[in-house]
């Protein structure tokens, strides 16, 4: 058995995550309708009413991931319980779902901004706000945190809403520099 969970924590997290996953398809859809907005709105030549779609579209997909989020928090053993019995999957699976549904809504706002950079046309700085989020970041934090401070599968775990915080945050950043605004396509 791994130092991680073993084959329990897997099964969990893989619950877990199916749900995730499950709970994260409407806010795809209004990252798409982001991108749409903004490239139509681009196209227009109205960048101050792309810039307002944008900022719309993360209001309501914050507002549906909170909710997904309370929701995650607050019954999470009632939903893992749906899909396992077997206590120990049961209780990583909760606790996973707990834990990376307690950054849902930095996952709403994320998603919107990097759509809408893509949208304006400036892939450039979405690709390396991913890299270095997932790959620079959550990657060698889960090790820290499961390794070094001990912390077993919790720690992995908290690396996935943090990294996803911090994607968010750095993806609001340049959003709000506005540079996506001059990208010519």
């Known amino acids: 058995m791994a130092v991680t969970g073993g084959t329990h924590a897997s ?30 709105n681009l196209g227009a030549k109205q960048p101050e009413r792309a810039e307002k779609s944008v900022l719309l579209t993360t209001k309501y997909n914050a507002i549906f991931m909170s909710g997904v989020m309370l929701l995650f928090i607050l019954f999470a053993r009632p939903i893992i319980r749906i899909f396992t019995s077997v206590p120990e999957d049961l209780y990583y699976g909760a606790t996973s779902l707990q834990i990376i549904g307690a950054g849902y809504i930095f996952y709403g706002i994320g998603m919107v901004m990097i759509q809408a950079l893509n949208g304006a046309g400036d892939t450039r700085p979405p690709t390396w706000i991913n890299f270095f989020a997932f790959w620079l970041f959550q990657v060698p934090l889960a090790y820290l945190l499961v390794k070094v401070f001990n912390m077993g599968v919790a720690g992995a775990f908290i690396a996935i809403p943090v990294a996803e915080t911090a994607l968010a945050l750095a993806a609001y950043y340049y959003f709000s520099k506005g540079k996506w605004k001059e990208v010519k396509v």
Request: aromatic share 14%; glycine share 10%.
């Open 11 to 40: 099964a969990g997290y893989q619950i877990a995550i199916r749900n995730v996953v499950f709970f994260i398809l409407p806010a795809w859809g209004l990252n798409n309708a982001a991108a749409t907005l903004v490239g139509q």
